[in-house]
């Protein structure tokens, strides 16, 4: 078998207003959209590698999406993403030292204008244990921009 060279991930979302998904991926992001067209924009993102395609479509309700993320080093690249995120005007949501997904982690939180939570997050200790308290996985509430454990 031939090895495959994967260039990066793609994720295309389908949102509302494609001028304002626009605004918020461009502080989100740090990074202006390569392609711009009516209805469609494109992210060519270097760090963390991803083609990003907004396509403008008739958006009634959040779809089986339960969130994004993007996994960082250190708590401090945590706070830096925090702090971009703020000063570009973005509202953010933290979660310190929380047990999430079995792992213990630091993360904040983000939401587009369609309500997709963003998170940014680091692995402090994994491999946890089942609990009754716990289930597999983490779900958002984009009303309170916080990943919360089933």
Not at 13 to 33: C, D, H, R
Not at 110 to 119: S, Y
């Amino acid at each position: 078998m031939n090895q495959v060279t994967v260039l990066k991930p793609h994720i295309s979302l389908n949102v509302q207003n494609v001028t304002a998904s626009i605004e918020f991926y461009k502080k989100m992001l740090g990074i202006e959209p390569l392609k711009v067209r009516t209805g469609y924009a494109k992210f060519d993102v270097q760090n963390p590698p991803l083609n990003l395609a907004l396509n403008e479509a008739p958006v009634k309700e959040r779809g089986a999406l339960s969130h994004l993320g993007l996994q960082v080093g250190a708590t401090e690249d945590v706070l830096a993403l925090r702090e971009r995120w703020q000063d570009a005007g973005l509202t953010t949501k933290d979660e310190i030292n929380t047990t999430c997904c079995y792992a213990v982690q630091d993360k904040t939180w983000v939401a587009d204008p369609d309500g997709n939570a963003w998170e940014a997050f680091v692995v402090l200790e994994d491999q946890l244990p089942e609990t009754a308290e716990q289930s597999s996985c983490c779900v958002t509430s984009t009303n309170q921009l916080v990943g919360i454990c089933r």
